[in-house]
Nanobody, 123 residues
Framework: QVQLAESGGGSVQTGGSKRLSCVLS????????MGWFRQVPVKEREAVAL???????WYADSVKGRFTISKDNAKNTLYLQMNSLSAEDTAVYYC?????????????????WGQGTQVTVSS
């Protein structure tokens, strides 16, 4: 059974940086597409950054140039480096793992989810 455990959330000031981590257990992270999603109240969960088993990445337009997704297959760990944060980045961030090696932005593509970690950006 695949399990995901996120860490690294918290409060940060506008313009600051944060790094989220997600450890996958129960399978090899290298075989799966993995990604980060975020959700704010009354809005649907949205894809932020994805990385396939081939290392190809995808970013939402709103985070391009500011966020970087990476994966350490030896540690079975996914990261999201977030820079130049703004209030619009405030959300609960979720780590997700698909069964397939390639990615989709659709939430239903992902079979496993972490519990979520809150990131709050304030001035």
């Amino acid at each position: 059974q695949v399990q995901l455990a996120e860490s690294g959330g918290g409060s940060v000031q506008t313009g600051g940086s944060k790094r989220l981590s997600c450890v996958l257990s129960g399978d090899s992270a290298g075989r799966r597409c993995m990604g980060w999603f975020r959700q704010v109240p009354v809005k649907e969960r949205e894809a932020v950054a994805l990385v396939g088993s081939d290392g190809i990445t995808w970013y939402a337009d709103s985070v391009k140039g500011r966020f970087t997704i990476s994966k350490d297959n030896a540690k079975n760990t996914l990261y999201l480096q977030m820079n130049s944060l703004s209030a619009e980045d405030t959300a609960v961030y979720y780590c997700a793992a698909a069964r397939a090696p390639y990615c989709s932005t659709r939430t239903e593509w992902y079979a496993s989810w972490g519990q979520g970690t809150q990131v709050t950006v304030s001035s």
